[in-house]
């Protein structure tokens, strides 16, 4: 399967402490975490200028992630695989019969 990977690595001092990408990926996912337990609070908030609040620092922990992973990708510390066409296809095609199937408001 083919990587889809930043043309540049920056390197990182290896051994046992915490070096510039362990503290990333630490952010990150300090961020992905955020934004998941955020998205709950909007859920169950039933005041409205609360969810503005709430919102509004969704919003900002999403750009943050969002900011931590183009760093990362940039200094090669991420990498993505690229999706083999024919398996996109094959997912799909069983979630959206799947979807067709439990909708309660009938296949369109």
Known sequence: MDQ???A???QVQQGPQMND???TNDLLAT???LTTAYST???EASHQ??????LTVLTE???AQRDLYNFMFQNGWYTLEA???QKLQQSYQKFSSTIQQQSPYGTH
């Open 83 to 85: 999706a083999d066409t």
């Open 21 to 23: 990408r362990d503290f």
């Open 8 to 10: 540049s690595m920056t």
């Open 49 to 54: 200028t609360l969810y503005q609040d709430i």
């Open 61 to 63: 922990t999403q750009q």
């Open 41 to 43: 609070a909007l859920n």
């Open 31 to 33: 961020e992905k975490y």
């Open 4 to 6: 889809i990977k930043s």
